[in-house]
């Protein structure tokens, strides 16, 4: 059965962090890395720094609109603070 994800990334040299949806964060990563256009295409070293695995599609582009809605790096960072 598919997983499905929401991950975060985050741009040092940008200092901003990209929150998405996916079935294969390997796969995703490397197509923001190769971007020529959109937000991701700015910088090339983004990382990946969270991710959470769903069951369905549903339920991941549920939870990323749900981190997106928040617009505080604050509650963003504390998903994966040690």
Do not use: C
């Amino acid at each position: 059965m598919p997983k499905f994800y929401v991950y975060i990334l985050f741009s040092e040299s940008l200092n901003r962090y990209y929150i998405g949806s996916t079935q294969d964060i390997g796969i995703r990563l490397k197509k923001h890395l190769q971007s020529k256009e959109g937000f991701t295409s700015k910088t090339k070293d983004w990382g990946l720094v969270y991710s959470k695995e769903f069951e369905t599609r549903t339920g991941a582009i549920s939870r990323e609109r749900q981190i997106k809605k928040w617009k505080s790096r604050l509650l963003i960072e504390k998903l994966f603070e040690k």
